[in-house]
């Protein structure tokens, strides 16, 4: 579409090129009379460009790639970076600002922080760090209390990062307990810090436990993978409403976008008609006053012809009385020499 109207308005450049008369073809501005010269549409020197986006249907392209991209990524969330996936749908999408709309990542990765901060992180998705020399025990201990809340339980993504942190924690420790017994690197030191973080993964699973039973009832572990389950497909479905909707919305912008570029090609076809007629009747009366013109000038070369012929004629005639008249006096003068 974007090449058929250059196309177009190459035709229309040119065909004003041609029409356009010698003299220029007046127009009138604001307190100013100019006029179009030929000069202003030479076709070796002017191009005219359409403005129009040829870049539509690939930004379309994208946008269903990034919402392909946020459906699997909906399905297995524990694949895949979900803040990266939405960053690019919505850029796909054409929002501007998007640090704006989204929770911001940006973290301190080299300064330990507390627990209680490390739980607001978790719950923003921004990636979780342990640090050699921190207080593990109590680390892990929070994170475990946290873990245990319903509002993280609903949540798989934050429970995964929680219990990832919460293992980080646990290798930490064993490293430092190991390395006042053994020298980084040896074989002796990997064996002792894999026995160490076997006993801290035993602790963590007690304390888990403990926090779990304290405060309500010990729960079916069936029931609890089903409730899981429902929670996750209620989620999967709200998602899958949510893209649903966008891609309505997405449809209906394209709908809008495909009539928007149907109108202004119906428009620029009617100018170029109308270009096409105004300089067709221009070169008709052109045509119309040459011929009037040349039949002017034929008139008067039969006007002129014939008062030359009129002029002849007068001057055969006076030739004509003239040698009348001499041949009377002759005739009269030879008449009296007779009589004499």
């Known amino acids: 579409m974007h090449r058929a109207l250059r196309v177009d308005l190459t035709i229309l450049t040119r065909l004003v090129s041609q029409h356009v008369a010698e003299n220029g073809y007046p127009y009138t501005v604001a307190n100013a009379d100019q006029s179009i010269q030929q000069a202003d549409f030479d076709p070796t020197v002017v191009e005219v460009l359409p403005v129009s986006d040829p870049n539509v249907f690939s930004r379309t392209q994208r946008i269903v790639m990034a919402q392909t991209l946020l459906e699997a990524a909906t399905a297995a969330p524990q694949m895949y970076d ?10 796909a999408m054409g929002f501007e600002n998007i640090d704006a709309l989204m929770l911001s990542t940006v973290q301190n990765t080299d300064t330990p922080i507390d627990p209680a901060q490390e739980n607001i992180n978790a719950l923003d998705q921004v990636k979780l760090k342990a640090f050699m020399g921190q207080d593990h025990s109590s680390h892990i201990m929070a994170h475990i209390v946290f873990g245990s809340t319903p509002m993280v339980a609903s949540q798989p993504l934050v429970a995964m990062a929680l219990q990832k942190h919460i293992m ?41 436990q403990q926090v779990s039973q304290q405060g309500q009832p010990q729960q079916d572990p069936v029931i609890m993978l089903k409730e899981m389950e429902l929670q996750q497909r209620q989620q999967s479905e ?65 006007a002129r012809a014939e008062q030359q012929r009129q002029q002849l004629e007068r001057e055969r005639l006076a030739l004509a009385r003239d040698k009348a008249e001499q041949d009377a006096m002759f005739r009269r003068q030879e008449l009296q020499r007779r009589e004499s």
């Open 82 to 91: 979900m803040q990266a996936v939405h960053r690019q749908f919505l850029d």
């Open 238 to 302: 709200q998602a899958k409403q949510q893209l649903d909707q966008m891609k309505a919305q997405l449809d209906a912008q394209t709908q809008q976008q495909r009539l928007q570029a149907a109108e202004q090609q119906r428009q620029s076809n009617e100018r170029l008609a109308q270009a096409r007629i105004d300089a067709a009747r221009e070169s008709n009366e052109r045509s119309i006053e040459a011929q009037n013109q040349r039949q002017q000038e034929q008139l008067m070369q039969q």
């Open 168 to 208: 980080e924690h646990a290798r930490l420790q064993a490293e430092e307990e190991a390395s006042q017994v053994a020298q980084a690197g040896s074989p002796q030191f990997d064996a002792t810090v894999a026995k160490l973080v076997a006993q801290n993964m035993l602790r963590v699973k007690e304390l888990s």
